[in-house]
């Protein structure tokens, strides 16, 4: 270090002992000073204190007297108790009460003491000596002395810690309650009863009837209300004004700010003064629009269910638990010969009806012990059989009505069974018949179930193949009779038979002898009654001779054109044949109704309508068969056909009830092809979806896509729809499709039969009560 350097630091640290001792010095003058201040406050405190000694006794809040810089000089007995401090236990200061938050606060408001020589109704949180946090107010002033200097501070402090807690406690209530006011699924209003004006409102009713709170400022109550319902409502708010009634209920219209009516139940209270004055109606509002909507539906539902009942075609008898008759119908009545109105039969007991009808039943004895037999297992029971003595046979079904386990009534069912029951007796004979007639005609059969073991041959069978049926069930098939490739062949075909493919195929065996035969075979996959393959049926030709008379094939041939010529010309013999009675029937009714127009009553009306019913079917059966016969005989000529008119011209002629439209959704093409088989193709699905459509709007859509080789077309509906599970069925047994078949059973065989003319094919995709899409194709040129 250089002697500068040195020098330098040498001055600086004179300069700070010179310093030192100047402060020094002043420290010492302020100390004098202060001592002087502190003993003349001394004495100006000593001469106050005398003064005050009277009011800490008397006074009910804390007071305390503090110096300029916060120190406690002086507390009465509620002081404290308030802060938990005893200035005789030790001095404090009040900042060391001041909770940590309101130190700012506090800072400021005694910087305004000090200035202003008071302040009032200053509210703050301490926090006391056992550290409790307390609220307080304080109104405090400056103490002055002789020469009007300030030399201490005294405050009273009143403890409101409790009033506060309530008003926090009031307030979040309040809190609450507008939330709950606001929140509420119910409208809620408030309105003055001098002024018929809404104060309050809350946003569920805003919502209910469309209006903001500005709105509802200038709304009176019962402008609100339809004006069919306002005269009731004003008559029990008077009710409710005058006192005769403390609150009223009301199911009543409200007209919302779009105009639509609002159904709402809306109960009122009279809210009162202390002084038991109605000064306010509170409303409450409930939205039962979709009730009452759905009120309505209900017993419109009943009506029509009431209706439906009355006109069933089975005979309806209801019975309350003491056997009384509550409800009956028209078919009753008829099946048991009863000469009265349904409705006369209400309240009767059923026990006396009972032994006045049971002469009408060959078993009159026991015919009232079996319906109390019924009743009292309290079981339902379906379809009993009773003859009557005029030969009917009803049917009697019984359903006790249950509530909560209890009885609460007896449904009664009769059906009279007698056509049915001789239509059995009928088919079981029938079907005795064509048992023995399997059995022994002159074509095998057999019976497969999935696993390809026989389960039943018949008497031909047996003979063709040497077998006996026991030596066969049970065993499969194509283990005995082939071998090698034949098997194979065997086991494919089977295979199809499993996927629903039905087929006819050639194929060498060995009968038990060993000899070489050659069978036809033609199998079909075997459904059960929901439609699941269970098996396969075969049918066995044994063309052993056939092949050994192969030589003659084109004879037969020949033979077989000339018969489906000669089939085909009768089928045009028998159209018209046919035809003609039915038409010169159908215009002897025309005339017959023409001219006793006013003499037939409703029934012989019907009738007649029914007659031209059954030979317009009549006639289509006739058709269709015509037309089932014509597909693909001789040669037809091919000319150039716009889709487009051909389906407007059908729009034009099929019956499309009105709440039924039928739409083209692209331009269709025009196709090579015979018109007359096309219209048929378009008219077949046309008429199905306009059949089959339950919709209260129906849309048919008609539309076509195109592909390298075909026009793709399709006909979409909106109906009844089809279940998946019957997909398969329907083009396994194309010709008999399920419910979405016309009444001859062969409409949609020839269609399959025109498309497979064009070299189409049909698919269809549909989803129960959404509706169906069926598809096709026809090759192009």
Not at 322 to 347: H, M, Q, W, Y
Not at 676 to 701: H, P, R, W, Y
Not at 766 to 780: D, R
């Amino acid at each position: 270090m250089s002697q500068e350097q040195i020098e330098i630091l040498q001055r600086a640290l004179k300069r700070e002992r010179a310093a030192r001792k100047a402060a020094e010095r002043i420290l010492e003058n302020k100390s004098r000073e202060l001592y002087s201040i502190s003993k003349q406050l001394k004495e100006h405190l000593e001469e106050k204190t005398n003064t005050l000694n009277s009011v800490f006794k008397n006074i009910n809040d804390a007071y305390l007297v503090m110096d300029l810089f916060g120190n406690v000089l002086k507390m009465n007995d509620v002081a404290i108790e308030l802060f938990g401090f005893d200035i005789k236990d030790g001095e404090f200061n009040v900042s060391e009460l001041v909770y940590k938050e309101d130190i700012e606060y506090t800072a400021n408001a005694f910087k305004d003491l000090y200035e202003k020589g008071f302040f009032k109704d200053y509210t703050a949180r301490i926090v006391d000596n056992n550290n409790n946090l307390k609220w307080i107010e304080v109104n405090s002033s400056i103490i002055y002395d002789k020469e009007n200097k300030p030399i201490a501070a005294q405050g009273i402090i009143r403890d409101i810690t409790e009033w506060v807690t309530m008003k926090e406690l009031l307030e979040e209530q309040k809190n609450q309650l507008s939330i709950i006011i606001n929140n509420s699924p119910i409208g809620i209003t408030l309105s003055k009863v001098s002024e018929n004006g809404v104060l309050l409102v809350n946003n569920s009713l805003m919502s209910m009837l469309g209006y903001n709170a500005e709105d509802f400022a200038h709304i009176k109550v019962n402008s609100l209300t339809h004006p069919d319902d306002v005269e009731k409502s004003i008559h029990l708010s008077e009710k409710l004004n005058t006192g005769e009634i403390n609150t009223f209920n009301l199911e009543k219209r409200y007209l919302k700010k779009n105009g639509e009516i609002l159904w709402a139940k809306t109960t009122v209270t009279a809210v009162k003064d202390k002084n038991n004055v109605i000064k306010y109606h509170l409303a409450t509002i409930e939205d039962i629009h979709k009730e009452i909507l759905d009120k309505e539906k209900l017993i419109e539902s009943e009506n029509r269910l009431s209706a439906l009942v009355l006109n069933l075609n089975s005979g309806i008898v209801l019975e309350d638990e003491n056997r009384k008759i509550v409800l009956s119908n028209t078919k009753f009545c008829e099946l048991l010969n009863v000469d009265a109105n349904p409705n006369d039969l209400i309240g009767m007991d059923c026990r006396l009806a009972a032994e006045q009808n049971k002469l009408l039943f060959k078993s009159a004895s026991t015919f009232v012990q079996r319906m109390d037999e019924i009743v009292a297992n309290k079981e339902a029971v379906f379809n009993e059989e009773l003859e009557m003595i005029d030969g009917k046979t009803l049917s009697r079904s019984y359903t006790p009505v249950m509530v909560d386990n209890n009885v609460k009534g007896y449904l009664w069912k009769f059906n009279d069974i007698t056509l049915e029951k001789n239509y059995k007796i009928s088919l079981e004979a029938q079907k005795t018949k064509y048992g023995s007639i399997i059995a022994n005609m002159n074509i095998g059969l057999i019976e497969l179930n999935n696993d390809g073991e026989i389960l039943m041959i018949n008497q031909s069978f047996s003979r063709i193949s040497g077998y006996e049926e026991s030596e066969l069930t049970g065993k499969v098939g194509a283990d005995f009779f082939t071998e090698g490739s034949e098997k194979e062949k065997l086991l494919k075909e089977r295979e199809k038979r499993l996927n629903g493919n039905p087929g006819s195929f050639e194929i060498k065996v060995k009968d038990k002898k060993g000899n070489t035969k050659y069978w036809m075979l033609s199998a079909a996959s075997n459904f059960n009654l929901v439609g699941d393959i269970i098996g396969t049926i075969v049918i066995i030709y044994d063309i052993t001779e056939i092949k050994k008379l192969q030589e003659q094939k084109e004879i037969i041939l020949k033979e077989l054109k000339e018969k489906n010529e000669e089939l085909y010309e009768y089928a045009h013999i028998v159209s018209h044949d046919l035809k003609s009675p039915l038409r010169s029937i159908e215009a002897l009714i025309s005339w017959i109704k023409t001219d006793n127009q006013e003499k037939f009553d409703d029934m012989t009306n019907q009738n007649f309508e029914l007659i031209g019913s059954t030979l317009e079917t009549m006639e289509t059966l006739i058709s269709n068969v015509l037309e089932y016969s014509s597909i693909g005989a001789g040669e037809t000529e091919f000319v150039d056909v716009d889709l487009n008119g051909l389906v407007e011209e059908l729009k034009n002629f099929l019956y499309i009830p009105s709440n039924i439209s039928i739409n083209i959704k692209n331009t269709l093409p025009v196709v090579l092809g015979d018109k007359t088989k096309l219209q048929q193709v378009f008219q077949n699905f046309m008429s199905n979806a306009i059949k089959f459509c339950d919709k209260e709007v129906g849309v048919i859509e008609v539309g076509s896509t195109e592909t390298e080789e075909h026009h793709q077309f399709y006909i979409k509906d909106n109906g009844i729809g089809i279940e998946k599970k019957y997909f398969d069925k329907i083009f396994k047994v194309f010709h008999s499709l399920n419910k979405r078949e016309d009444s001859t059973g062969i409409g949609l065989s020839i269609i399959k039969k025109i498309i497979d003319l064009y070299g189409g094919k049909i698919w269809l995709e549909s989803e129960p009560n959404v509706g169906t899409t069926f598809y096709f194709t026809l090759k192009k040129n």
